[in-house]
């Protein structure tokens, strides 16, 4: 099974979907990751560092970037364990690609 994760900064809570202001990349790259997940073909999970800090700090890739970009490199995206993207969110093109498959469910309309 295929995994992409994705490493982000600090969020309100585990999807940023709070709050008086909400991103609407936030909202596109939580319905995306919902269909993905519910589809059983792959897996796609976000680690938020104010509610997953202990994942940063296990992973050295992480450890690496922050020490040397330092949060500029956030979000960092990772397909089946290597780096593919940092510094933005993936797209909906670019996560359908890491997957190798095009699912059509996880489609913004």
């Not at 596109?28 to 999970?45: D, E, K, P």
């Not at 202990?54 to 970037?65: D, G, M, P, S």
Request: glycine share 6%.
């Amino acid at each position: 099974m295929k995994k992409i994760e994705i490493f982000e900064p600090a969020l309100c809570c585990p999807t940023g979907l709070c709050g008086p202001s909400v991103d609407q990349n936030l909202v596109r790259l939580t319905a995306f990751q919902r269909s993905v997940n519910h589809s059983g073909h792959a897996m796609i999970v976000r680690r938020n560092l104010a509610q997953n800090p202990h994942a940063f700090a296990r992973n050295r890739q992480v450890v690496n970037l922050l020490e040397t970009d330092g949060m500029a490199c956030l979000p960092i995206t990772f397909n089946d364990g290597k780096i593919v993207k940092t510094g933005k969110y993936p797209t909906n093109d670019e996560l359908t690609a890491y997957l190798g498959e095009p699912l059509a469910k996880t489609k913004q309309q």
